[in-house]
């Protein structure tokens, strides 16, 4: 896919970084269905070619940000050599500067986020409680709730099953699935539809 044809999942004003940095690399994207696993990926392939997918059900500027981090990877190894970690700190130095490079591609209220989040970028978007807060308000999707929004005792969906939460454990959600019995422990930042005991 050439950076033409991901101009449609992209913001304004992103065609002369992605320029430079796809450079003379053979890359192939391809934009995937929605997966609840990951937001994208890059791998090497066998002829020295790069792969990178990335979910099309993103928003433009989250697009952009997982295509940076997943053309990072490509970048530092390059760099670097294949030995380095995936998420080491090449990697950290390669994504802060592209993140601060195309800074103008966000909007105003994102660019302080971004800032913050590039002093010390992480492997997971989840683990920036800022940068799921603003990308799921951007969403705007008013069902969903993050699980810290409700109260002991009250019941949600959350892929299908429903749920108890019954407290706090450290950091996280104690919940408790009500079909198996089982407890499951939720991250805050984690998306469940709120309901009745009848739900």
Known sequence: ???????????????????????????????TRGRNSKLGDYRKLPDNSHEITVNSTLTPPLFFFVLTHELAHLIAFERYGRRISPHGNEWKETFRNMLLESLEVYDEDLRPIIVRFSKSPKANFMASPDLVRYFHTEKQD???????????GEFFMYRNEKYLLEGLIKKNYLCKNLATGRKYSFKPLARVEKCRQEC
């Open 1 to 31: 896919m050439s950076i033409q044809s991901l101009e449609k999942y992209l913001p304004q004003n992103t065609h002369k970084y992605l320029r430079i940095w796809f450079a003379d690399h053979f890359i192939h994207i391809k934009v």
């Open 142 to 152: 008013d069902s969903l709730n993050f699980i810290e929004e409700l109260q002991k």
